[in-house]
């Protein structure tokens, strides 16, 4: 049974930096690609970024670009999102995607439970 758990959210001042990880177990993580994509209030889900297994290839969406930075640690099955000059808006939940590589939700057949971020003006 696959399962990604997110940490890492939680409430933070604008301006502020933070790290979401994901901890994968279930699937053979070295070989999976890895994705965030997130879900603010009243708004549907965005990518957000992705990493292909090894991590030698990643990918933001345009908008995020610069201040998102997606890495990951196979010896411990782990993928972060690293967060900084966090925004209001980027207050949202951050859910964690496994299996696949891309933009595109369909591209990940495992997803995690997700974790709030909330940042405050």
């Known amino acids: 049974q696959v399962q990604l758990v997110e940490s890492g959210g939680g409430l933070v001042q604008a301006g502020a930096s933070l790290r979401l990880s994901c901890a994968a177990s279930g699937l053979p993580f070295s070989r999976s690609g890895m994705g965030w994509v997130r879900q603010a209030p009243g708004k549907e889900r965005e990518f957000v970024a992705a990493?292909?297994?090894?991590?030698?290839?990643?990918d933001y969406a345009d908008s995020l670009k610069g201040r998102f930075t997606i890495s990951r640690d196979n010896a411990k099955s782990t993928v972060y999102l690293q967060i900084h000059s966090l925004k209001p808006e980027d207050t949202a939940v951050y859910y964690c995607?496994?299996?696949?590589?891309?933009?595109?939700?369909?591209?990940?057949?495992?997803w995690g439970q997700g974790t709030q971020v909330t940042v405050s003006s």
């Open positions: 995607a496994a299996g696949g590589y891309g933009s595109k939700e369909h591209f990940y057949p495992y």
């Open positions: 990493i292909t297994w090894s991590g030698g290839t990643t």
